[in-house]
């Protein structure tokens, strides 16, 4: 096994991880923080569920920044969910005195979610949530909370078919670039992989398939492939919404993963492109008119 493999097999440990398994989804609660209670909520916040929709993992934008990473993910959730409507007026002292934060926070809170399409701010106006139609559908963070939320069987089904979409034609272009170090790098992923599926490894197993398919989406040589590659890493990421076949502990998953590696290696374009709509395709909970893929040509 080569030092790079065995490197990231050691580092993969769920205590480190920030990803929660099925049934241990974590959140923030603010009815818990420190000095809650003291004040009642505002009443244009009645109608507004306060605990809403759990999320396994907390997306990279945001963790670690405490209570304004936790305010972004907590009202992006609420607009996400429906539970704050499209024209809802955010008013930032209520969401201050609801959250029981400061101004500050408030504020910078609602800059990131307006950076996102979730918000926008008028003068005269205020701020408000803003359609679906405008929200930036493609940020990592929303993919997350719309997996999690009330428009998850839609947000599973848009995630795979844009894979199907991209991710084949990115195995094609790899293979037009023979470098070696990726090569090898992909070969690692493959072996690690099948390591973790011997010993159940599921943290493991979906570490490196996010490093296997992020790579790839990378050196084709097309910058806007390039850009897509932390919207397939958020897809793979989600906890409890699988989009492919990819993201289970499965032989034949190992076994696509394996041949396309053997495709680039060889320069065969079209193989690669094959392998990988064979390996999006393996799914045991779906069928391709569930999620709207056809089936996989044939070559």
């Not at 009642?40 to 934008?61: K, T």
């Not at 979409?165 to 090898?184: D, K, M, N, S, Y």
């Not at 289970?248 to 076994?255: C, K, M, P, S």
């Amino acid at each position: 096994m080569s030092t790079l493999a065995h490197t990231t097999m050691t580092a993969a440990r769920p205590a480190d991880s920030g990803l929660a398994g099925s049934g241990e989804l974590d959140r923030y609660s603010y009815a818990d923080a420190p000095g809650a209670g003291r004040g009642s909520a505002p009443s244009s916040w009645d109608g507004a569920e306060a605990e809403i929709g759990r999320v396994g993992r907390r997306a990279a934008g945001n963790r670690g920044r405490g209570l304004h990473g936790q305010l972004v993910q907590q009202l992006g959730q609420m607009i996400v969910s429906g539970d704050l409507g499209a024209d809802r007026p955010l008013v930032p002292e209520e969401i201050g005195q609801r959250f029981e934060v400061s101004r500050t926070v408030v504020r910078e809170s609602l800059r990131v979610l307006e950076a996102k399409g979730l918000v926008s701010a008028r003068p005269n106006v205020g701020t408000r949530v803003r359609p679906v139609s405008d929200w930036n559908l493609l940020d990592p963070d929303i993919i997350e909370w719309r997996a999690f939320g009330p428009q998850r069987d839609d947000q599973r089904r848009e995630l795979c078919e844009l894979r199907w979409t991209i991710e084949p034609l990115a195995a094609r272009l790899a293979a037009g670039h023979g470098r070696e170090e990726v090569q090898q790098r992909l070969a690692d992923m493959v072996e690690i992989m099948t390591h973790a599926l011997t010993q159940g490894d599921t943290l493991t197993f979906s570490r490196a398939d996010a490093e296997f398919h992020g790579l790839l989406l990378q050196v084709g040589g097309n910058r806007m492939l390039e850009h897509l590659a932390g919207i397939v890493a958020a897809a793979l990421h989600v906890s409890g919404a699988p989009v492919s076949g990819c993201d289970r502990l499965t032989e034949a998953g190992v076994t696509h993963h394996r041949r396309i590696v053997e495709a680039i290696g060889e320069g065969d374009a079209a193989g690669s492109e094959a392998a990988m709509r064979q390996l999006l395709t393996v799914h045991p909970d779906l069928d391709h008119a569930e999620v709207g893929v056809p089936a996989p040509r044939e070559h």
